[in-house]
Nanobody
Framework: QVQLVESGGGLVQAGGSLRLSCAASGRTSSSYVMGWFRQAPGKEREFVAA????????YYADSLKGRFTISRDNAKNTVYLQMNSLKPDDTAVYYC?????????????????WGQGTQVTVSS
């Protein structure tokens, strides 16, 4: 079992920044691919970004490239999501998740452990 706890969400004005963290515990393995997803009210959960163990392979949703940055610190079993130039459309619950080792996937069905989510609200 792997437990994931997200933090860092909150209320921010449009144009502002937030940094989300996701701390992993339990039967952690730094070989997992770590990903971020988000779900806005009334919408399906969507892929945001993912990163391999080494950080050598990083995927972003096309619409978020240039504004969001994913990183990880394996010594701390933590993955981060730096979000800049936030827009009201970024308002959502943000989840981190783990994917077993392998090719990075962007479908949430490929991820097995999930955090409880952290709310991000961007006001206009």
């Amino acid at each position: 079992q792997v437990q994931l706890v997200e933090s860092g969400g909150g209320l921010v004005q449009a144009g502002g920044s937030l940094r989300l963290s996701c701390a992993a515990s339990g039967r952690t393995s730094s070989s997992y691919v770590m990903g971020w997803f988000r779900q806005a009210p009334g919408k399906e959960r969507e892929f945001v970004a993912a990163i391999t163990r080494s950080g050598g392979v990083i995927y972003y949703a096309d619409s978020l490239k240039g504004r969001f940055t994913i990183s990880r610190d394996n010594a701390k079993n933590t993955v981060y999501l730096q979000m800049n130039s936030l827009k009201p459309d970024d308002t959502a619950v943000y989840y981190c998740a783990t994917q077993p080792p392998g090719r990075v996937r962007t479908s949430d069905s490929s991820y097995d452990y999930w955090g409880q989510g952290t709310q991000v609200t961007v006001s206009s």
